[in-house]
């Protein structure tokens, strides 16, 4: 229709905002765009936006480095597990980026599939790696090469990515404004 071609009527985006029933999760690998595009959307859905990294460091007053350097990676998916079973209690509306690493605890992809709609945001490696460059926030990058690193972790990942996911949007190939456009079409898929 007419009004969906239009990004910036308030209209559309207030009719898309009611069509959402529960949380949305951009699921995806590190440098995907989650955070950017999460906050882009929640905008126009006019809903709450949470990123769960950042939950997670002003829940425990800690950055993410430091986390994983004090507890370990396992610990850190426990927290958040807890943090999506937090943010997700009544299933309202809302939007949320997840860490690239969320899907890969068992009860993280559990409670998503009851709660939410997740959207895998995909991007190819070489995209990925120069979006992480210059940014030593994420501790699984600094152990070696990021292209080898990130190009194994999406190898493992991509099947949760794919079983998780209501639909998938490369963030790779067009403007932020024309990715924001797809999922917003895509929602109707959240069901
Ligand atoms: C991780 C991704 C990071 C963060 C942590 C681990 C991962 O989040 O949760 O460094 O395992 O892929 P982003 O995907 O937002 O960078």
New binding site residues.
């Given amino acids: 229709m007419m009004q969906e071609q239009d990004n910036n009527n308030p209209q559309k985006s207030a009719n898309y905002g009611q069509s959402v029933a529960r949380p949305i999760v951009l699921i995806?690998?590190?440098?995907?765009g989650?955070?950017r595009l999460g906050q882009v959307l929640a905008q126009k859905l006019d809903l709450p936006f949470y990123?769960?990294?950042a939950v997670?460091e002003r829940t425990h007053n800690t950055t993410?480095?430091q986390y994983?350097e004090k507890y370990g990676?396992a610990a850190?998916r426990e927290t958040?597990y807890e943090t999506f079973e937090r943010l997700m209690e009544n299933a309202a509306p809302m939007v949320i980026?997840?860490?690239?690493?969320?899907v890969?605890h068992a009860k993280t992809r559990d409670i998503i599939t009851k709660k939410a709609c997740a959207i895998w945001l995909e991007a190819d490696v070489s995209t990925l790696v120069r979006r992480?460059a210059g940014n030593d926030?994420?501790?699984?990058?600094k152990s070696g090469d990021p292209h080898a690193i990130l190009s194994g972790?999406l190898e493992r990942?991509a099947p949760l990515y794919a079983e998780l996911a209501q639909f998938s949007v490369r963030t790779d190939r067009h403007s932020i404004d024309d990715i924001i456009q797809t999922i917003l079409n895509g929602l109707k898929q959240c069901k």
Avoid: H, N, V, Y
């Fill in positions: 995806g690998m590190m440098g995907a989650k955070t990123d769960s990294d997670i993410i480095a994983f990676e850190f958040e980026s997840a860490g690239g690493g969320a890969t992480c926030s994420r501790p699984l990058l972790l990942r």
